[in-house]
Antibody, heavy 123, light 106 residues
Framework: EVQLVESGGGLVQPGGSLRLSCAASGFTFSSYWIHWVRQAPGRGLVWVSRINSDGSITTYADSVKGRFTISRDNAKNTLYLQVNSLRAEDTAVYYC????????????????WGQGTLVTVSS | DIQMTQSPSSLSASVGDRVTITCQASQDISNYLNWYQQKPGKAPKLLIYDASNLETGVPSRFSGSGSGTDFTFTISSLQPEDIATYYCQQYDNLITFGQGTRLEIK
């Protein structure tokens, strides 16, 4: 069974940092694109970042570029999102989600999602 | 960036009704279009992938069609458990979601 379990969220002051983690199981983690998607309270889904199977390709939404860093440790089957210089508008549930197999094309269908971790940015 | 315009933003229908949601891409995305269902407090669930393919285990009352820039999602006979918000998503170039459609029972 494919499972994605996020952790690391919490309450942080504006300008602060957090490292979000996503532990994967039930599939060959090292073969897949993985994404971070966030959802502000009462709002829609917004794509944040993606990383390919070996971490050589990373892409970010303009709203987080330069502040967030996605990475992965395939030996630990874990995805990370380092979030720095946090703003109130970064308050959201952050989901990790599995993309497609990394065959060199686009990042594929996002088929499995974790339950999310809540990041609240407030003083 | 590819923009996805989803309509309507909300919809009220009766049990047994046929429900249709549309999604328009700002440029040709071929069939790189998925549909998700999200219930309150839960993660999104994939229903339809590549515009018209039903994900394993998803009831056959859900369907999708379209290609290029115009896509349609249909529930053939609305059930009470279908109350949720539905999102289209393109993955031709990065990922973009539609604004969502909140579906309610009349």
């Amino acid at each position: 069974e494919v499972q994605l379990v996020e952790s690391g969220g919490g309450l942080v002051q504006p300008g602060g940092s957090l490292r979000l983690s996503c532990a994967a199981s039930g599939f060959t983690f090292s073969s897949y694109w993985i994404h971070w998607v966030r959802q502000a309270p009462g709002r829609g889904l917004v794509w944040v970042s993606r990383i390919n199977s070996d971490g050589s390709i990373t892409t970010y939404a303009d709203s987080v570029k330069g502040r967030f860093t996605i990475s992965r440790d395939n030996a630990k089957n874990t995805l990370y999102l380092q979030v720095n210089s946090l703003r109130a508008e970064d308050t959201a549930v952050y989901y990790c989600a599995r993309g497609g197999l990394d065959y060199g094309g686009n990042s594929g269908v996002v088929d499995y999602w974790g339950q999310g971790t809540l990041v609240t940015v407030s003083s | 960036d590819i923009q996805m315009t989803q309509s309507p933003s909300s919809l009220s229908a009766s049990v047994g009704d046929r429900v249709t949601i549309t999604c328009q891409a700002s440029q040709d995305i071929s069939n790189y279009l998925n549909w998700y269902q999200q219930k309150p407090g839960k993660a999104p669930k994939l229903l339809i992938y590549d515009a018209s393919n039903l994900e394993t285990g998803v009831p056959s009352r859900f369907s999708g069609s379209g290609s290029g820039t115009d896509f349609t999602f249909t529930i053939s006979s609305l059930q009470p458990e279908d109350i949720a918000t539905y999102y289209c998503q393109q993955y031709d170039n990065l990922i973009t979601f539609g604004q969502g459609t909140r579906l309610e029972i009349k």
